[in-house]
Structures are given as structure tokens and as C-alpha cells.
């Protein structure tokens, strides 16, 4: 089992920046990716960032160059650093971690981008 525990999220003005991190615990040693995905209200789930145990990272075309996904793994942590935020990233935004055996998901952190 792999708990993953979100934080950093909240109110910001557009064009704001904000930074989530994501501390994982628990069976972590057969992690192979972590990722950010993200659900505003009456839309689909959807992949935001992602990064591979060998740190190969994974954007979705709606947030390249304004996000970027990072771990510490010396701390278990990924980090969704997020810049020139728009009110379209506003979303309920979640941890994710995947092992081979299985999916994991955190509780979620609501981003609100809203002047």
C-alpha cells in the first residue's frame, strides 16, 4: 500500500503561481511514475504531469511551459510547480503513483485561479 498526501493548493489571482507537493509513504520502492492530474467540475479526470522513477517527464499540451514536475527522492515528495495560472487550471488536483501491483490516489487539493 502507498499513501500519498497532497498540499500547497489554494486561491490565486491569474497569472499566479502556486506549488503542490505530493509526500508518498508506505510500500514506495516499487514506484515507477508519480503524477499530477487534475478535475474541474463536470469534466473528465485528466493527466496534468507526470515523472518516471528515471525522472523522464510527461506534459499535457495545455500546461507545457508555464508547469513544471519535480521529486526530491531523498523526501518520497513530487512537486507541481505551477505558473501563469489561468482560471482554466482551476481544478481539484490529485496525486497519483503507479507500481506495477497498482494505482494510487491522494485525497486531492483544490486549485481556484480567480481575481
Known amino acids: 500500500q502507498v499513501q500519498l498526501v497532497e498540499s500547497g493548493g489554494g486561491l490565486v489571482q491569474p497569472g499566479g503561481s502556486l506549488r503542490l507537493s505530493c509526500a508518498a509513504s508506505g510500500s514506495i520502492f516499487s514506484i515507477y511514475a508519480m503524477g499530477w492530474y487534475r478535475q474541474a467540475p463536470g469534466k473528465q479526470r485528466e493527466l496534468v504531469a507526470a515523472?518516471?522513477?528515471?525522472?523522464?517527464?510527461n506534459y499535457a499540451d495545455s500546461v507545457k511551459g508555464r508547469f513544471t514536475i519535480s521529486r526530491d527522492n531523498a523526501k518520497n515528495t513530487v512537486y507541481l510547480q505551477m505558473n501563469s495560472l489561468k482560471p482554466e487550471d482551476t481544478a481539484v488536483y490529485y496525486c497519483n503513483a503507479k507500481q506495477i501491483l497498482g494505482t494510487y490516489w491522494g485525497q486531492g487539493t483544490q486549485v481556484t485561479v480567480s481575481s
Open positions: 515523472i518516471t522513477s528515471g525522472g523522464t517527464t
